[in-house]
């Protein structure tokens, strides 16, 4: 059984935000050897299911919702007692690609054959495998990820990547951060941008 932590947290509101959070008085990633943690938490006893995230350089963080400051009746500036204890994520059905990529509708599928498909395009010498619960492209290490979320395609290179297509996702109106670019159900995947994302990674992995 993993351990559980106990300390006392004030209820910070994000600005600007009807959000609130909590600071972890932790070396999360020494603590747990990653920089997010999914944990079984309580406030002041009440049950919750959630995230250790870092925010910046404040550290991590873990929210805490409306309904929960409600029920134990703390606002932002209340003092909580939290408990946290790791939780192991559970265990994916899927094994290689082909199932991974079986779980979604016809749709979705077809989005993700094509992507499949065109990062092989781009070198032969590319294999994949399933890490951390997606579809995971290697080449002297990983290459890229894709991933099905609610209502996009979750694409994942690197920083480096996301940091020298930065404009060009900014003009198409796309979603993304430090190593994600989120591609929406609703509009048609740009397969030549993502062709030109994973040519960058190749030269990248063979330098």
């Not at 873990?62 to 703390?74: A, M, P, T, Y």
């Not at 297509?165 to 979603?175: I, N, Q, V």
Request: net charge positive; with cysteine; proline share 5%.
């Amino acid at each position: 059984m993993s351990k559980v932590y106990e300390f006392n947290g004030a209820i910070i509101k994000k600005p600007d935000s009807n959000a609130a959070y909590i600071a972890i008085p932790l070396n999360v990633k020494k603590e747990f050897g990653k920089d997010r943690v999914a944990v079984h938490a309580t406030f002041d006893n009440v049950p919750y299911q959630g995230q250790l995230v870092r925010m910046g350089a404040e550290g991590h963080i873990i929210s805490i919702r409306k309904d929960i400051r409600e029920q134990i009746g703390k606002q932002p500036g209340d003092m909580v007692h939290v408990t946290l204890q790791e939780r192991e994520s559970a265990k994916p059905d899927y094994n290689t690609i082909d199932e991974y990529i079986a779980r979604y509708d016809s749709d979705v599928r077809m989005r993700m054959e094509k992507l499949r498909e065109l990062i092989h395009e781009c070198s032969p010498d590319i294999t994949e495998k399933i890490l951390w619960g997606m579809a995971t492209f290697v080449l002297n290490g990983n290459l890229v990820h894709f991933s099905g979320e609610k209502r996009h395609l979750g694409f994942h290179p690197t920083p480096s990547v996301i940091a020298s297509f930065a404009e060009r996702l900014t003009s198409s109106g796309y979603k993304y951060s430090k190593g994600t670019v989120q591609f929406p159900y609703d509009k048609p995947l740009p397969y030549d941008l993502l062709k030109e994302m994973v040519q960058f990674r190749v030269r990248e992995q063979i330098k």
